[in-house]
Structure formats: C-alpha cells, structure tokens
C-alpha cells in the first residue's frame, strides 16, 4: 500500500479512514495509551551451523557422540547439521531465564533418512519413516528428570517425575496413529508454535496438526502454560536424541537453522522459505525468474504496483547492488524508482510481509520503517530545488546497494544525472532476524526503468582475520607474511581493498598477488598458476604469459616515482573467473591523486575447481579493508 505524502492525507479515501483516526505520516503509532508492556515477538537464538573448518567442537554444542558434524548441503545453499543414528549434539537452552509472557516457538529445516528395511534379494531398497526418534528435546538428561522432545510423527511428549498420567502430555503418539506429515528423504520447513491455549505445527508453510488443553478439572487437567515454564527452565536443548531415560534417538538427520523465538510467530515466520540456511552456497537463487530488462512502460504510464522488476534474495551478512536508467513522468517527486524490502515470499503470498517500502524522494513505509533514519546528500531544500530534482532525474544512472550486517539492513542509492549531479540517500533500519534470506524488487509509479545487468551483482562476505600484514616498518622480507587465503569458487570475482605500504627501496616492495590451486602453501595439491607484482613483473606454471600483462598510468619512472607514489595507495584489486580464464586487475589510487592500473589474463586450470588467492609481502605491509572484501556473484550469467 502507499500513501502520498500530504497535508490532505485524511481527506480522500474510506479504507485510510477506517484505519487511522488523526493526520500522520505513514507509519507513525498511536499514541502509547499508559505503560502497558504487551508481549513482544523476538528471536532468543539461531543455530545455523556455519562453522569454520578449524571450529572442531561446533561452535554452541556443548555435548555430541559419534557423527555429529557440520556438512554442506547443495539443496539448502548451506551448511548443515548431520547426525546418524547415534549421534546427537546438546546446547544450552536459550530460553532458559528469558520471559516467556505467551509462549514460546521453535523453527527449524529437517530431512531425515528413515530406518532402512529387510527385503528380498533384488528388490528395490526401502526405507520406514522414523516416527519415535526425538527430532528435538528440552531437559537436563538426568534419569527419571522432566523433559520434552517433538518427533518426526509431529508427537508432543511432555513427563515429569511424580506427576498423574493426566498432567502429562502425549499428543500424536505414533503408537496410536501415524500422521504422515514430515516423510523421510527430503527437506523440510517445521515450525512449532506453543502457547497457553494449546499448540500449532507447521509443516512447509502448512498447519498441518494443532491441540488444546483439555476441558476438564483443572488440577488433574494438563496445561500447555506448565510446557511454556519448563521450555523457560530446562536446562539444555538435546538434538537428535531425547533427554530422559528410555528416549530413543532420532536414525540419520540433518537439521538446520534452528531459530527459538520468544513469545508468539508471524505468518513469515512459518512460511516455508524458498530455500533454508542463513548462508548462500553455490546453488543459491539470488535472483528469481529470467531476466526482466525494462520495468515499467516507455512512456511512464504505468500506474503504482502494477509492474515491477524480479525479486531479488539477499542471504545474510551480503550486499545486493543493483544499476538501472531511471526515467520519469516528471510530474511529482515519487514519479521515479521504488524499492521494496521485504520477507522471503512472493507479494500476496503467505508469510509476505514488507519490512520497507522507499521512494526516491526520501519518503517511505513499511513495518520498519519508524525504526529506521534517514541520511541524504545533494537532496533539495525546497520547492524550487525540487522541480530541479524532477528534471534531473530523467536518464539518470541510479546505483543501489543494500547491504546486510546482521539484522540491520542499509539502503544507499546514488543517481548520477546526466547533467553531472549527483543525489545520494540512505536509509537503515532492522528487518527481520540475522539468519534470514530476505527479499528486494523494484516497482514504478509513472516511471520506466531500464536495468543494466551488468552491474548487478551479489557480494558475499569473506573471512577477513588478518588486518595487518606485514611489520608496520616494512622490514618483512619476502614471503614473510600473509594475507587470508580467499578461496574463488566458479563464475565469481574476488574483489579485494587494501591500503599498500612500500619501503620505497625498490619498485617490488609493494603488492604481490598470488593465484593457486584450492590448498594450502606446501600441502597436498598446492601449485601455483601465477605470481603477480605490482611493477610489471611476475611469473607461474606453464600457461604464464608476461606479455599479458597490462598497463595504464605507469611512466617507467620506477624508483623515484612509482616506489613514492606506490606508498599509501588505496588499492582495489578484483580477481575474475570466467571458464577456465582468470582475469586479474589491480587499481592504485596513490595520496596524490594519480591511478596506476595493472592487469593480467590467463588460463587456471579447466573451469570447474575452486582456485585460492592471496597476498604476501617483500618489503613491504597492507591495512586490508574487509567492508570491502568480498566475492562479486553476478545475477546473470
């Protein structure tokens, strides 16, 4: 929905009035009517299970027996927690001392293997859904203590020591009936819902089985409030095993992002998502759709919300950018682009929730928007400013960034007019949880953009540990110290931005980049493909070639000049895999203004292994600058 920004905004149509009873701005509360403290929805924790190849004890597991590991897997675009049939990984629960006021909630992805059967020589293998293994369980793991699990039968078992049958709680018991709803070899979405009234599950995005507390005497009646204050006390969450005595294990799972949300869920958060993992993987669908090149119609009649670009998926902890011309009607303020910011789910669709709404103008809406602030620069000042802003938006380049930093997201859009003005704004706010993929699309309102795909892109964060590299006074010698190794999987671009230190005794005391194989320096499988420095000069195996290497800005003036210049620089160095083709480029702005550009091209291995690169240092030390590190992933390929 959007409302125009207005003076008269109360005076027009019945549904705003019916809906708000003063004249605010969109997205304005009502007034706070006393001190009350209504139950708020939050999310106490995810588990994601992302862990590093040195994180050998996995991160928050406390405990863990036989496979308990994290793997990767292709169909969530993540890693995962796998476990056989005696595995099983405990943590301490995260809601244990949280103030539960309503309820409690848990979310999770599941795909489980069943248990294999006997069959006759020749026939086709066949599995049995496992149906009493724990899935999930609350307790302390001592004999004959309180506990709870949930199975893959959607069976809710709550006992405790000394109490009546009565003031237990055993809803779909397998033994009983088998409800069929979590079958086995394949992914999942789960989201279980515990309140005073009862409970819900949700399987895929569907209510598949809810219950209520019973009717009856209350004293020998089981409450569902009595599960919430043991999910607020249970000390320890068990996965894949249960947490008491005579408990059986789940058979061979894996699990992934395990969210424990306080209070009650939103629609989006039972949705079934397109795709689980708070992390992208190789697989990921950052963009949905072919490709939509104009948005909108050529003459800027397209009316608002009826036209709009693809969406776009953003993973955790990435930046989406984006480029498109921009033309406009001209006629109001708004008439330009417009960008949603929403949850991982089509418009209209179930769980479909817009976090943000923002206009060009400055202007905006959405669920987050009072949480979020405005920056701006170039940005009129009044009205005759703004007739100027209408004209100059017409052609303009318009570059949008949303960068993700865990739950908070920033918007920065830059219009670069044809005329040489520029108008910047910016705007952050929360959207959602860290782990969560959410959504951005484009729409119009008597406008017409024209995308440029060539300039959108996804950055995926890389690990940057090592800030430093090399002694501040330059007195690392050669191969004396490193940067991070960066692994460049298939069809992505490594961008990398550093400031470059030298000696100035000689024209190679700067930068030097390597390319290798996927390993370790010295280790099994370790080669190098070439060896770059920044003074026009290099070396690697045998498709090496000096006479493709590249040059603009140099003068030949080696050490008075270049080693001086070279000293301070900002340098943004971008490594692109094309097939089996690398193409390196390395851009030196130097303190005093002037661009040193080298590059170089040449075939590493066949196109279908991961390749490392790195820095090391000769006489020389980098400030890496990791904001602006990362992995360039193109929409279209």
Known sequence: MKVLKSLFLCVGTVLLALNFTACTDWGDADPEAGNQTYPDRSVVNTYTFDYGADDVYLGDITDKADVCEAVEDADLGSNVLHLDANGY???????????????????FWLKTAGIPQEVAEGEEPAVEDDLTGAVLAFGSGEAGAERFYLTANGQLRYTKPGNLESLNLNENDPATYKTGILPAGGWHFVALQISEEGYQLYVDGNKSLSGATPSGVESTTFSYKTLIDFLNTAPNIYIGKGAGDGDVNMSEMWIDDVKLIRNQMIASDWAKPNKGGGGAGDNFEYII???????????????????????????????????????????????NWNLAITTD?????AGYVEYLVLRSDLYGWGDSYTLGTWTSVGYPTNDAEWTTYRQDMEGATVDIDIARAGNQVTMTAVAHCTNGKVYQESFSAPCGEESDVIRAFLAVDASYLVMNWDNCYVKENVNVSTIEVGNADNSTAWWGAFTDYFTIPVEKTLVLNFTNYGSGANAWNNWVAVVTTDAERDGAG???????????????????????IGLVGYDGDWVSTFSQQMNGAQVEMTIERVGAEVNFAANA????????TETYHQTCGDGTQAIRAFLTVDGSHY???????????PLVK
């Open 526 to 548: 370790y080669a190098e493909y070439f060896v770059l420095r920044s003074d026009n000069y290099g070396w690697g195996d045998a498709s090496y070639n000096a006479a493709n």
């Open 89 to 107: 990984a405990v943590m301490a629960n995260p809601f244990n001392g949280v103030k539960l006021q309503n309820g409690a909630a848990i979310t």
């Open 623 to 633: 400030t890496m600058d990791p904001a602006n590190c990362y992995l360039k992933v």
């Open 345 to 349: 789910a089509d418009r209209a669709a």
């Open 289 to 335: 759709g072919e490709p939509i090149n104009e948005i909108g119609a050529p003459d800027c009649s397209s009316a608002w919300w009826t036209e709009w670009s693809n969406y776009f998926r953003i993973p955790a902890n990435n930046t989406l950018h984006l480029q498109f011309i921009n033309h406009t009607s001209g006629e109001g303020n708004w008439n």
């Open 589 to 596: 702005t130097c303190t005093d203004g002037h661009v040193f």
